[in-house]
């Protein structure tokens, strides 16, 4: 029997066909060929290289039939607590004051969600972010008051700049010439041999999202931001909708790279509402980076933002601006990484 869904998919789908002559996402919605993949349940994705190994921790969970929100929270608190990955968690590069400030959400399978952000101190901001979905009114928590709640709730202090970060940040000091009324933040990223933000060399922000054997969606995304930020700047991770979202009708989207670009068009609920509309998770990411073009097609050249979505069937896609932007995947058929594809 046709759901009322899938009688108003197949009437968006039609009429774009009358308008334009062809599917308004061709050869997307089903999930097959190309790099669209079709994962089944229980699935899992995430964002870089350092999304494999998350992905194993959150398939533990998966594969026992644990709930996708267990499993997100426990695959990113894998990187969050690997002080090599220099841009999440525990030693993630600083801000320019030396300040390690941390953001992170998550959202489960009944619209419930979590966020922290500018949290200092404690490796595991996800799990913050989780409690305060779970134990608060609220839905935010920044700052000095995000810092209380989490040792208020049991969390411990430490600090989270390792020698490599302070050595990183040092270096950076000696040529930046610290200007806080310049927003240069953009482009001051990394090694020379790899400078575009979110290259692979940078590391980036993680966001996974989950799809469990009971069909249900969650989603995780935590980091420390653009390395250098001013302090107090806030990127997209944290903020619902922009760097994470997650409708347990349709599917969930992630976002990475330059988040400011990111929040400008709210990049991850753009692309699940285009899911909605009938977009397989390629296309949707695909219309989200053309957005970004549309808006700054002078700046999308030298930055880089790179969306991953699954939807609720278990197909999966990303897009980017540039190319290098890796995501990982684990399901019961493939445990791998892919290329996004890219506009440039
Ligand atoms: C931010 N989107 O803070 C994050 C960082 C990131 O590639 O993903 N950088 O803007």
Same mark, same amino acid.
């Given at each position: 029997?046709?759901?009322?869904?899938?009688?108003?998919?197949?009437?968006?789908?039609?009429?774009?066909?009358?308008?334009? &002559?062809?599917?308004?996402?061709?050869?997307?919605?089903?999930?097959?060929?190309?790099?669209?993949?079709?994962?089944?349940?229980?699935?899992?994705?995430?964002?870089?290289?350092?999304?494999?190994?998350? @992905?194993?921790? #959150?398939?533990?969970?998966?594969?026992?039939?644990?709930?996708?929100? =267990?499993?997100?929270?426990?695959?990113?608190?894998?990187?969050?607590?690997?002080?090599?990955?220099?841009?999440?968690?525990?030693?993630?590069?600083?801000?320019?004051?030396?300040?390690?400030?941390?953001?992170?959400?998550?959202?489960?399978? *009944?619209?419930?969600?979590?966020?922290?952000?500018? /949290?200092?101190?404690?490796?595991?901001?996800?799990?913050?972010?989780?409690?305060? $979905?779970?134990?608060?009114? %609220?839905?935010?928590?920044?700052?000095?008051?995000?810092?209380?709640?989490?040792?208020?709730?049991?969390?411990?202090?430490?600090?989270? /700049?390792?020698?490599?970060?302070?050595?990183?940040?040092?270096?950076?000091?000696?040529?930046?010439?610290?200007?806080?009324?310049?927003?240069?933040?953009? *482009?001051?990223?990394? *090694?020379?041999?790899?400078?575009?933000? &979110?290259?692979?060399?940078?590391?980036?922000?993680?966001? $996974?999202?989950?799809? =469990?054997? #009971?069909?249900?969606?969650?989603?995780?995304?935590?980091?420390?931001?653009?390395?250098?930020?001013?302090?107090?700047?806030?990127?997209?991770?944290?903020?619902?909708?922009?760097?994470?979202?997650?409708?347990? +009708?349709?599917?969930?989207?992630?976002?990475?790279?330059? !988040?400011?670009?990111?929040?400008?068009?709210?990049?991850?609920?753009?692309?699940? +509402?285009?899911?909605?509309?009938?977009?397989?998770?390629?296309?949707?990411? *695909?219309?989200?980076?053309?957005?970004?073009?549309?808006? %700054?097609?002078?700046?999308?050249? =030298?930055?880089?933002?790179?969306?991953?979505?699954? @939807?609720?069937?278990?197909?999966?896609?990303?897009?980017?601006?540039?190319? !290098?932007?890796?995501?990982?995947?684990?399901?019961? =058929?493939?445990?791998? $990484?892919?290329? &996004?594809?890219?506009?440039?």
């Amino acid at each position: 029997m046709r759901t009322r869904r899938d009688f108003l998919q197949q009437g968006f789908a039609g009429s774009a066909v009358l308008l334009t &002559g062809q599917p308004l996402f061709a050869g997307s919605s089903g999930g097959k060929g190309g790099r669209v993949g079709n994962g089944g349940k229980p699935i899992v994705i995430s964002t870089w290289d350092f999304g494999k190994q998350a @992905n194993a921790g #959150a398939w533990e969970v998966l594969k026992a039939g644990g709930r996708a929100l =267990d499993a997100v929270e426990k695959g990113v608190r894998i990187p969050e607590a690997d002080p090599t990955i220099q841009t999440i968690g525990l030693g993630g590069f600083p801000d320019r004051d030396g300040r390690v400030t941390l953001d992170a959400s998550i959202m489960d399978d *009944k619209y419930n969600c979590g966020s922290v952000i500018c /949290l200092e101190y404690i490796v595991h901001p996800i799990s913050v972010a989780r409690l305060v $979905m779970e134990k608060t009114p %609220h839905v935010i928590l920044s700052g000095e008051g995000a810092l209380q709640f989490a040792l208020a709730n049991g969390f411990t202090k430490q600090d989270l /700049l390792t020698a490599q970060s302070k050595k990183d940040w040092e270096e950076w000091l000696k040529t930046s010439h610290y200007q806080p009324e310049k927003n240069i933040e953009n *482009k001051l990223y990394g *090694k020379e041999d790899d400078p575009m933000p &979110g290259g692979p060399g940078n590391h980036d922000t993680i966001g $996974m999202l989950a799809l =469990d054997a #009971a069909g249900n969606l969650s989603g995780a995304c935590t980091t420390s931001g653009l390395a250098f930020k001013m302090h107090g700047r806030v990127g997209d991770s944290p903020v619902i909708g922009a760097g994470l979202y997650v409708d347990n +009708e349709v599917g969930g989207a992630t976002a990475t790279g330059v !988040g400011e670009e990111v929040l400008r068009i709210v990049g991850s609920h753009l692309i699940v +509402e285009l899911m909605r509309q009938g977009a397989g998770p390629e296309a949707a990411c *695909k219309e989200a980076v053309e957005r970004i073009i549309s808006r %700054h097609p002078g700046k999308a050249k =030298d930055i880089q933002v790179g969306f991953l979505a699954l @939807n609720k069937r278990g197909e999966y896609g990303a897009y980017c601006l540039q190319k !290098g932007f890796t995501y990982a995947v684990r399901s019961q =058929d493939e445990e791998r $990484m892919y290329d &996004g594809k890219s506009i440039y």
